[in-house]
């Protein structure tokens, strides 16, 4: 019997059927948030399933896979399957677990859950700087397992400067810079519910367990835990980052350095000039500009401006293994899970994100076998059409 991913997935779920069980995380994406809004108080999820502005953003990134499809290949001998990329240097799945901040407000054991998943199932995790354990338990949880360390470059040097040397002290692997949020997205959920969790005092233990931030308090945070929620809100972000703090953030560390959330090419080629080693084209989940284009709309383009050997992720409405092929097709060399397994940790803590991990690989690897491909590593534009051009095309030449 094979032990390909997606054969065994499907096997143990029909299986289970022969003793009457049924997945309890639900499979698709739409279940899986619909059963979240049902666990989570309204509040949270919204903060996680909401969106900048009208949520244009948020549906187009969802739409612009419709505008691809694959082109299915046959006879091509898929029996054995390889879903491994190298990403520095590091064999390891094309999907990591995005950042995603405050998961204290989906689950209890929050990112040491995700952690805990991550390392059972293998799946690299990237740690936001905005967690509710800190940078060396996350670390420890992980083990062996890739491990990113994602930065919001804060407003004190010093504060940047402490938890890049703590990541790389606690063993991460790449340094993800994000940038697309000097200032926060007008977000109508979270503003119309008065909801930011940071002010509730989730989401800060890298900051209050960080000697560089705690210089700047007058007392300590467990004596005054409101001062220094104030006082992160005052070093959290800064809104003056330029393409020179880019350059110094790459020289303070010899971590490849990932810049987050570039949509322009412009933008992809200055981040590598800068020193960064890649890049995730994100839109951050249409969080933060409200308009802004699909985030695999912009894909291709940055794509194919970087040099070759530069690092291209991606996120920003990856549901499904087609979502990913499609991606992967059109140049990222790895994508980003974020809201699903976010929701499927609200849902049963790491065995909810285990189970959309093991899901996720499953529908990726046969999907992969049934578009006619045996490797991740060889997909290329070959694997799909712009269905718009060849719409547009046949109506010019018929
Ligand atoms: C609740 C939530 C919190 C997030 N927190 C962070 C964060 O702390 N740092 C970061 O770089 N991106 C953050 N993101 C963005 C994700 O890393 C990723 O870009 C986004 O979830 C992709 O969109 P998708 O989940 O719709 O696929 C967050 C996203 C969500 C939904």
């Known amino acids: ?234 070093v959290f972000g800064d809104a003056s980052l330029d393409w020179e703090d880019l350059a110094w953030l790459c020289a303070e560390t010899d971590l490849p350095v990932v810049v987050k959330g570039l949509l322009h090419p412009a933008d992809a080629r200055r981040a590598t000039e800068a020193g960064a080693a890649g890049v995730v084209v994100s839109n951050h989940g249409g969080r933060q500009v409200d308009g802004a284009i699909a985030a695999l709309d912009a894909l291709p383009r940055v794509a194919e401006a970087v040099a070759d050997g530069t690092a291209v992720l991606f996120d920003s409405g990856v549901r499904r293994g087609a979502d990913a092929i499609k991606a992967l097709a059109l140049g990222a060399d790895a994508v980003l899970l974020g809201r699903p397994y976010a929701y499927g940790l609200a849902l049963d803590g790491q065995h909810g994100v285990e189970e959309v991990l093991r899901n996720f690989r499953g529908d990726l690897d046969l999907t992969l076998g049934l578009v006619g491909h045996d490797a991740v590593s060889a997909l290329d534009r070959e694997a799909l059409v712009d269905v718009w051009a060849l719409r547009l095309s046949g109506l010019v030449s018929g």
């Open 1 to 234: 019997m094979s032990d390909n991913p997606g054969d065994t997935r499907q096997r143990e779920i029909y299986m289970g059927g022969l003793a009457e069980m049924t997945p309890e995380v639900p499979l698709a994406y739409e279940d899986l948030e619909a059963a979240a809004m049902e666990a989570l108080d309204g509040a949270a999820f919204d903060y996680v399933m909401g969106g900048a502005g009208a949520e244009r953003t948020v549906r187009a990134n969802a739409a612009a896979f419709d505008r691809w499809r694959l082109v299915p290949r046959f006879l091509r001998d898929v029996a054995e399957r390889d879903l491994f990329v190298e990403v520095f240097g590091v064999e390891q799945y094309p999907f990591m677990l995005a950042p995603v901040g405050v998961q204290s407000i989906l689950h209890e054991d929050a990112e040491l859950a995700v952690a805990r998943a991550a390392s059972a199932q293998g799946v690299p995790m990237v740690l936001s700087s905005v967690s509710s354990f800190t940078i060396e338990e996350v670390a420890e949880a992980l083990g062996d397992t890739p491990k990113w360390f994602q930065l919001y470059p804060s407003s004190d040097r010093e504060v940047a400067a402490s938890f890049v040397a703590r990541a790389e002290a606690a063993g991460y692997d790449a340094l993800v810079v994000t940038v697309d949020t000097p200032l926060p997205g007008w977000r109508e959920r979270d503003l119309q519910r008065a909801y930011l969790p940071f002010l509730e005092g989730e989401g800060i233990a890298n900051y209050t367990s960080d000697p560089a931030f705690r210089a700047r308090l007058d007392q300590p945070p467990e004596e005054n835990p409101q001062m220094a929620v104030l006082e992160f809100i005052d």
